[in-house]
């Protein structure tokens, strides 16, 4: 072994091993990246990467860390470098990604993010902090009452939230003229870039009217879809990957060689040449959005929650039971009518190639994994879909059947499922729930309550009774039960149509 992973040892990598194509200590920062964790390594610094590599030298990355130090330890040492390891059945590909040029955690500084984002190099702040970090209360609004959006209220100069770090440097680079940088949503919301900006137009209206208006008129906010599946990295992996480079790397990412991005192109104060990579710079990114997330996402989830219910500890070897293989066209079948039917969407292609990706044995996508924070998830994935049916006067038997398991796999945990094997926001108040021994219609119609599911829509009563009858199969007979009663089991799978 010839050390760690860093710029004196890059040189050391054996040949078949992609490194930086630029010279690192001439980039400048232009983008400032919150959430830097493994989906961003694996999916938009891989894209500057490339943009870096063809000459675009002002576009380096300044990722931040709004909670954990881990991924700074990780790669300080490293000079930012990682190993990307883009994992199929055919073999492995070992890529060192240099488009990180500096790593800062905002719990410890939060002077030094708030500098960084207030440098008039930077252009653009791009955000994969998951769903339930944009603090969104049961009805969609900003949760005003949650205490970091309290403290960051109190305390504008040092916060917590992205909300309070946005709002602040916005405030800032106004106030000496510097132009707003452009705000990219990287994260699974419905319209997710109009969604960032009306919740942090409500933040910023709890401050002032100034920030306010500044935010709703001046500062882009353009939505964008991603879809790359990166599990999570396992010692194995670091064992491997170290053997094979001769060098240790503290947190290299596994992937797939599939990944997308569509964006709307809407930035004013410039952006790299992302469309000579492969990005799908668009007008409107909605009916693309939709069909990853009613579809890939939406299969995810009901992969991972029937995958745990039925003992699969990965998406390939719950995708390999006929059951859930079968359940997953269905769900298809239900989901792609209520998808945009003049957007020229290829679903027939899309769902083929979801399929294949599936069933990609050398990524040990864990279930567990995708499982997390299914309370922020669902809304969009499941719930969406199976409303637009309902109001069409059709039957959502298989979404909501997804939404059940995920009821039934939260209350598994402890008894058929470990303790902590996933996790949600809303564990506590669920636990109580689950703790009183409620008829069934009962919790299902007080898991919608507490989770904001389908408030205020006509059709919430009908989709809470498809809920409860699959609970109820649940209860009685878990998955086989749950998937007999909607005939699964009885015919070969097919592709839905």
Known sequence: MNGRLSNATIAKLPAEALVPRYARNSITPGIVH???????????????????????????????????????????????????????SAGEQLQVIGSIQSLLVAPEDPGAVLAALTDPRTRIVTLTITEKAYLRAADGTLDSAHPDIVHDLANPGSPKTAHGFLAEALTRRHASGTPPFTVLCCDNLPANGATLHRLLIEFAKLRDADLERHVAEEVAFPSSMVDRIVPATTDADR????????????????????????????????????????????????PFEDMKLRLLNGAHSGIAYLGLLSGHATVDRAFADPSIRQFVDRLWAEAIPTLPQDAGLDTTAYTAELADRFSNTALAHRTAQIANDG?????????????????????????????????????????ALPEGHFTDPLDAALADLFGRNL???????????????????????????????????????????????????????????
């Open 375 to 415: 309370s922020q998830k669902l809304p969009q994935r499941i719930v969406a879909s199976a409303l637009a049916r309902l109001e069409a006067g059709l039957i959502p038997e298989h979404l909501s059947l997804v939404v059940a398991a995920w009821i039934a796999a939260c209350a598994a945990r402890g008894g």
């Open 239 to 286: 064992a491997r990957i170290a053997d094979e480079l001769g060098v240790e790397d503290a947190w290299p990412v596994m992937t797939e060689p599939f990944r997308q991005w569509v964006v709307e192109d809407h930035f004013p104060a410039g952006r790299p040449a992302w469309e000579r990579f492969g990005v799908t710079m668009v007008e409107d990114v909605g």
């Open 34 to 88: 919150l959430g830097v964790g493994a989906f961003h390594r694996a999916h938009q610094a891989a894209y500057v990467d490339a943009c870096l590599a063809d000459g675009e030298s002002d576009w380096g990355i300044v990722g931040v860390s709004l909670r954990s130090p881990d991924t700074r330890d990780a790669l300080k040492p490293q000079d930012g470098l990682y190993t990307l390891a883009i994992r199929d």
């Open 439 to 497: 008829p069934t219609a009962t919790l299902a119609e007080a898991v919608f309550d507490i989770a904001g599911f389908a408030m205020g829509h006509p059709e919430r009563q009908r989709l809470i009774e498809f809920v409860a009858t699959h609970l109820v199969h649940f209860k009685q007979g878990g998955p086989k039960l749950a998937f007999a009663a909607l005939g699964i089991g009885n015919e070969p799978p097919r592709l839905a149509e």
